[in-house]
């Protein structure tokens, strides 16, 4: 073993002792993190879906009928997890509750899930906040989660790449349709994403809608593809039923 690799070791171990891991679920002992491996056995697999868009399915599927009907500007979408219980409450805590160790936590997941296919490209840009939300929240969840899978991939982080042209209103509740027409032109690349092939980061899909808004910019600014890597996948909401007219 070498020198310096017993010091990181011995570092390691003194912060261990000094703050030992304690689970962000359960509040239990961690397992090397702070997570135990009770918990993180909960976490839900993203399971099968569309290698297109990335949406869940019984079965995988090289592109589901919404992706045959209008295919997305990027080439693939994969998701480490399901936007369902135990996760979303980690996401939620760590998006409006600014628990960092529940950060550090998920974004440890998604860069042991994607690292090894990240490496294969050139770039990762975070998708930017919206400026109000940024302002509230005091950091961007993507640029927080993208920092660790480029450290592990060695691929270069780009957090400026990608910019917001107009703010969209929140949609959470919209269905497909009226988010595309939110997030349509609201996002621009500069030059540096030039001749890149670009892995996006993202903390949650639901439609794609916004990752094939900031797709279609970074190939319009000269990417040569877009692949889209997110902590967890949502089911699309439903588009609501016309009323019916007496």
């Given at each position: ?55 869940p399915l019984a079965a995988p599927a090289a592109a589901c ?88 991939s060695g691929t270069h982080l780009v957090s400026h790449a ?34 890149a092939r670009v892995a996006l980061l993202d903390d949650v ?42």
């Amino acid at each position: 073993m070498q020198s310096g690799d017993r010091v990181d070791r011995g570092i390691t171990a003194l912060g261990a002792w000094l703050l030992p891991w304690r689970c962000v679920l359960c509040a239990g002992a961690g397992a090397g993190r702070d997570l135990c491996a009770r918990c993180a056995a909960t976490l839900p697999d993203a399971g099968p879906g569309c290698a297109r868009c990335g949406v869940p399915l019984a079965a995988p599927a090289a592109a589901c009928g919404a992706c045959l009907r209008r295919p997305p500007r990027y080439a693939a979408l994969a998701a480490a997890f399901r936007y369902a219980w135990p996760l979303d409450r980690l996401v939620q805590d760590y998006k409006f509750a600014h628990a960092l160790a529940t950060g550090a936590v998920l974004a440890a997941l998604l860069a042991e899930r994607f690292a090894t296919r990240v490496a294969a490209l050139d770039l990762i840009v975070p998708v930017p906040l919206a400026r109000p939300r940024l302002a509230a929240r005091g950091f961007n969840q993507a640029l927080e989660l993208a920092r660790p899978v480029a450290r592990a991939s060695g691929t270069h982080l780009v957090s400026h790449a990608l910019v917001r042209t107009r703010d969209a209103a929140p949609q959470s509740t919209l269905a497909s349709a009226a988010r595309r027409a939110a997030v349509r032109g609201a996002f621009r690349a500069n030059a540096e994403v030039v001749g890149a092939r670009v892995a996006l980061l993202d903390d949650v899909v639901t439609t794609g809608a916004t990752a094939d808004a900031c797709a279609r910019a970074l190939v319009a600014a000269g990417a040569k593809s877009v692949e889209v890597y997110a902590l967890a996948r949502a089911a699309p909401p439903r588009a609501q039923p016309a009323a019916r007219s007496a």
